[in-house]
Nanobody, 127 residues
Framework: QVQLVESGGGSVQAGGSLRLSCAASDRKFSGYGMGWFRQAPGKEREFVAAVSWSGARTSYADSVKGRFTISRDNVQRMIYLEMNVLKDEDTGVYYC????????????????????WGQGTQVTVSS
């Protein structure tokens, strides 16, 4: 089973930037779409961004579109989430996740389409 480990979280002022990373333990990662989700205190986990297994296609939640960028490096077995112009409402635990379907044609955008999760990394934005 592939293991995912996130890093790069921290505390930042509103308007600032952070780059999250997620390392995959197995090279079979390269055949699966990947996603970032987040969970704020007292709220449900929500979709943030997804990238196809090839890296050619991406999708974003409306709340982060234009501010966040997801990318992947299949050689290094890494995915990234570049977060700019951070807002208070971006605060939460960020999780990377791997699609349950290999080489899915479409992008996986919902929680139930992912079956491998990292432990999460905390992002705190203060104004």
């Amino acid at each position: 089973q592939v293991q995912l480990v996130e890093s790069g979280g921290g505390s930042v002022q509103a308007g600032g930037s952070l780059r999250l990373s997620c390392a995959a333990s197995d090279r079979k990662f390269s055949g699966y779409g990947m996603g970032w989700f987040r969970q704020a205190p007292g709220k449900e986990r929500e979709f943030v961004a997804a990238v196809s297994w090839s890296g050619a296609r991406t999708s974003y939640a409306d709340s982060v579109k234009g501010r966040f960028t997801i990318s992947r490096d299949n050689v290094q077995r890494m995915i990234y989430l570049e977060m700019n112009v951070l807002k208070d409402e971006d605060t939460g635990v960020y999780y990377c996740a791997m699609d349950r379907v290999m080489t899915r044609v479409s992008l996986a955008l919902s929680l139930g389409e992912y079956d491998t999760w990292g432990q999460g990394t905390q992002v705190t934005v203060s104004s």
